[in-house]
């Protein structure tokens, strides 16, 4: 299972029947997602205050694009999703809590 954060007025403006790809795919070429154990740091490093917030859980068993893990600037191996998402990899949308 990995797992992907998305601020839900950049999800509501996306049509379902079309693949994901966030905001930063056309400047990065690959799509951020994180561990179950990395979620957490993400969150303090990227998002701290921010909410409300989506955290997408994903069966990588369904990608249909490539999947590759990628040294951060920490040196933490991450994984990349390089390509858009096919939905039927979504298999649960988590609204996290308040902080």
Do not use: C, K
């Not at 079309?18 to 561990?35: K, M, Q, R, V």
């Not at 997408?56 to 933490?76: I, K, M, V, W």
Request: avoid cysteine; charge should be negative; aromatic fraction near 14%.
């Amino acid at each position: 299972m990995f797992y992907h954060i998305v601020q839900p007025a950049y999800w509501s403006t996306l049509e379902e029947a079309t693949p994901y790809t966030p905001e930063t795919f056309a400047a990065e070429g690959f799509i951020h997602l994180s561990t179950q154990e990395q979620v957490a740091g993400v969150l303090e490093r990227y998002y701290a205050g921010v909410r409300p917030l989506l955290l997408l859980h994903l069966d990588e068993t369904r990608f249909s694009a490539p999947l590759r893990y990628e040294a951060s600037t920490g040196g933490e191996l991450f994984p990349h999703l390089y390509g858009p998402l096919n939905r039927d990899a979504i298999v649960q949308i988590e609204t996290l809590p308040e902080v």
